[in-house]
């Protein structure tokens, strides 16, 4: 008598997506917008779709239900709003959802679990640390207790194929300390920091198991690595044009893509499945800084 396996349990820990999103952001002074720009599985970013939803800058977004993707908080300036955004698997953007937990901008997310999403940290007024978890539906948990350094504009990614990872945000002033998401979606107690200190950063998955760090104030080029086992690497030397307020996210199941930043740029680079950043890609769609990015697909 053989023993019954469920299906793909060999590679779920590993499961990654083929497309990702950028979405919302700032394109001019005080003018935020909702557009979107899908990246196909070869990272070349496609034109604006029209965007759905609250106009915001300042959120975040993450995957969940191994192929779909969510948009969450943000804001105007002064406003922090809470509602979401789900993104189905073809990269469609749903209408708003009334937001649960506190109203906050400058947050971080990612995925965890395989299946699950997780929000955290942000400011609402006052530096925070509280998390949100997303279920494998979409939906958004109350506030949990925050661990941590309370933090803000700092960035998240997958890590070891079902963990996360949050890292470096300013509080008083710029910070590199991490922490760690288990698989059940726990934060762990701030972990000492490795690299230059600095937030408006962005992070994203790449190699099916591992995430990086990169870019970040004040126009950094800077990249820190993060092995399966969530261990940030030293300062590696940046490639391409020094950039801020950006985003980033997986693509082609193993790659990933920084774009879009500071000055309402455009412009991206990608990232091999190895870790490499490659030099700037001329920009598609709407140039735009504080966006939010995240895989589907």
């Known amino acids: 008598m053989f023993p019954i396996i469920p299906a793909n349990t060999a590679t779920a820990a590993y499961t990654s997506n083929e497309n990702g999103i950028f979405g919302y952001g700032t394109i001019s002074s005080g003018v935020r917008g909702s557009m979107t720009n899908v990246v196909s599985n070869t990272g070349v970013v496609a034109s604006d779709t029209a965007g759905v939803g609250t106009v915001r800058a300042n ?68 530096v925070v640390s509280m998390t949100n978890l997303v279920s494998n539906a979409g ?6 207790t925050g661990v941590g350094t309370a933090r803000y504009s700092s960035a998240a990614c997958e890590y070891g194929g079902d ?10 002033g710029s910070l590199s300390m991490t922490n760690l998401v288990s698989n059940a979606g726990v934060v762990a107690t701030d972990t000492a920091g490795v690299g230059t200190a600095r937030f408006y950063l962005a992070a994203c998955g ?23 086992a969530g261990v940030v690497s030293t300062d590696v030397a940046g490639v391409g044009t ?41 920009g598609v769609g709407t140039g735009r800084g504080w966006s939010a990015a995240c895989s589907f697909n």
Request: proline share 2%; net charge negative; with cysteine.
């Open 59 to 126: 959120l975040a977004a993450c995957e969940y239900g191994g192929d779909k993707g969510i948009f969450g908080y943000g804001g105007p300036s002064g406003s922090p709003l809470s509602m979401t955004n789900l993104v189905s698997n073809t990269g469609v953007v749903g209408t708003d959802v009334t937001g649960v937990g506190t109203a906050r901008a400058y947050p971080a997310a990612c995925e965890y679990g395989v299946d699950k999403g997780i929000f955290g940290y942000g400011n609402d007024g006052s």
């Open 139 to 144: 939906v958004v948990a109350t506030d949990v």
């Open 163 to 172: 963990k996360g990872i949050f890292g470096y945000g300013y509080a008083s």
């Open 206 to 228: 790449y190699g099916g198991d591992k995430g990086i760090f990169g870019f970040g104030w004040n126009l950094l080029s800077v990249t820190n690595l993060v092995s399966n």
């Open 242 to 282: 020094g950039m801020d307020s950006l985003s980033a996210c997986e693509y082609g199941g193993d790659k990933g893509i920084f774009g879009y930043g500071v000055d309402y740029a455009s412009k991206t680079n990608l990232v091999s499945n190895t870790g490499v950043v490659a030099t700037d890609v001329a």
